[in-house]
């Protein structure tokens, strides 16, 4: 129960744990063979071998790991069910959404119904054009990444427009790198959020603040913090442990902040694979991020008063 409550996160915020298992090593035996995952899921007697194929079939970006994801979502431990859910969601294939839509409809784990609400929700709103149609970005990938651009704005539903001012890693581990992993989530998340337009890093951005002020509609800063990165021992495993900070701003005035936490757990052996210790970091981070969007909203309403 208590590596239960460690991971637990996992459901809420459909983050990954790959590498969340000493059984891992066998599991990268079948990186690029999708066919030696698929067999791992549906077959192995240890629920957190599934757990971290159905992960890494999610982030396979390949079509073909649908029906082994979807078929998951039936498997008797929740924690694979809820796997399943979040890397259906990342795979990004509408097409899962009647099965996922099934399962919610019979599934009594509450954790579990949450994780496939939250997917359902995500492919719905999903706007790319599925697995095996662009290369997926390398979670370690710098902050010279390209501006993210202007998307249309339906100004029905957005009540509030979120710039991301800064990401900012004070931990000194991997600097700009932890950096970009925050400024991605922080992004992709407040995306998430009811009523909330992220506004983009292009040249489009003062425009559409202009037209936010003649509709009203409050501009918002955000300042994300990767605060605490730590790093310690849980039953034998390595623990990653994040925390980060999101400040909302108005006219550059701090008016509303909150706070995320979220540990990942990986094999002992992750310590000596800089790759393998970097994915544990990501993790955390992303997933301290998702517990501070639980608080968001009405921060983001206490900012704009």
């Not at 629920?47 to 970006?61: D, F, Q």
């Not at 979040?86 to 399962?103: C, F, H, I, S, Y």
């Not at 706070?259 to 544990?280: C, H, M, Q, R």
């Not at 981070?285 to 639980?294: F, L, R, Y």
Request: glycine share 6%; hydrophobic share 45%.
């Amino acid at each position: 129960m208590a590596r239960r409550r460690e991971i637990s996160w996992i459901a809420a915020a459909l983050v990954a744990v790959a590498l969340a298992v000493p059984l891992a090593g066998a599991l990268h035996a079948a990186d690029g063979d999708l066919a030696a995952t698929s067999k791992l899921l549906a077959s192995s007697d240890d629920y957190r071998t599934r757990v971290v194929a159905a992960l890494k079939l999610g982030g396979s970006n390949d079509a073909r790991a649908r029906k082994p994801l979807e078929s998951a979502l039936d498997d008797p431990h929740p924690s694979v069910r809820q796997a399943a859910a979040a890397a259906l969601a990342k795979l990004g294939d509408k097409a899962a959404l009647p099965a996922l839509d099934a399962r919610l409809k019979k599934e009594a784990n509450a954790p579990t119904k949450t994780a496939l609400t939250q997917a359902i929700d995500t492919l719905k709103k999903s706007t790319g054009a599925g697995p095996g149609t662009a290369p997926t970005a390398s979670p370690n990938a710098t902050t010279t990444s390209a501006p993210v651009k202007a998307q249309p704005i339906d100004w029905s539903k957005a009540k509030f427009l979120v710039k991301l001012q800064k990401a900012e890693n004070s931990t000194g581990v991997r600097g700009g790198a932890l950096a970009t992993v925050l400024n991605a989530a922080t992004r992709e998340k407040l995306g998430q959020l009811p009523d909330v337009y992220v506004l983009p890093d292009d040249a489009t951005a003062p425009g559409v603040i202009k037209l936010a002020a003649a509709k009203g509609v409050p501009v918002l800063g955000v300042n994300a913090a990767l605060v605490s990165m730590d790093q310690g021992s849980f039953a034998g495993d390595v623990k990653v442990q994040a925390k980060v900070s999101l400040a909302f701003t108005k006219l550059e005035i701090v008016k509303a902040s909150v706070e995320g936490n979220a540990s990942s757990i990986g094999s002992k052996s992750s310590t000596k694979n800089p790759d393998s210790l970097a994915k544990l970091q990501d993790m955390a981070v992303d997933g301290a991020v998702t517990s501070a969007m639980a608080k968001a909203p009405s921060a983001i309403k206490s900012a704009a008063l």
